[in-house]
């Protein structure tokens, strides 16, 4: 059992910036993806930025250049450090951990509770 425990969330105003931080607790895999996701109101939950275990990232085109997911190992923590933000940022943001077997196949996929960003114009 893993538990996702996001912190770093809050208003702030255009063009600011905020760190979030996601600390794991419990049993990580050698072999994991983590991540952030967000959904705002009425929308779907949708991919902000991954990190696999050997640091490759990935981000959504829409945070590019903004948004920087960063993990310390050593620390179980994850972080999306959030620059230039905009009102559109605004949403519920999501931890993930997906940690993967020995044949490389998904054996666990969990989430953490969330933090609010939001973003004032």
């Known amino acids: 059992q893993v538990q996702l425990v996001e912190s770093g969330g809050g208003l702030v105003q255009a063009g600011g910036s905020l760190r979030l931080s996601c600390a794991a607790s419990?049993?990580?895999?050698?072999?994991?993806?983590m991540g952030w996701y967000r959904q705002a109101p009425g929308k779907q939950r949708e991919l902000v930025a991954t990190?696999?275990?050997?640091?490759?990232?990935n981000y959504a085109g829409s945070v590019k250049g903004r948004f920087t997911i960063s993990r310390d190992d050593a620390k179980n923590t994850v972080y999306l450090q959030m620059n230039s933000l905009k009102p559109e940022d605004t949403a519920f943001y999501y931890c993930?951990?997906?940690?993967?077997?020995?044949?490389?196949?998904?054996?666990?996929?969990?989430w953490g509770q969330g933090t609010q960003v939001t973003v004032s114009s």
């Open positions: 993930n951990a997906r940690l993967f077997n020995s044949e490389g196949i998904v054996a666990y996929n969990y």
């Open positions: 990190i696999t275990n050997g640091g490759t990232t």
């Open positions: 419990g049993r990580i895999f050698s072999r994991n993806v």
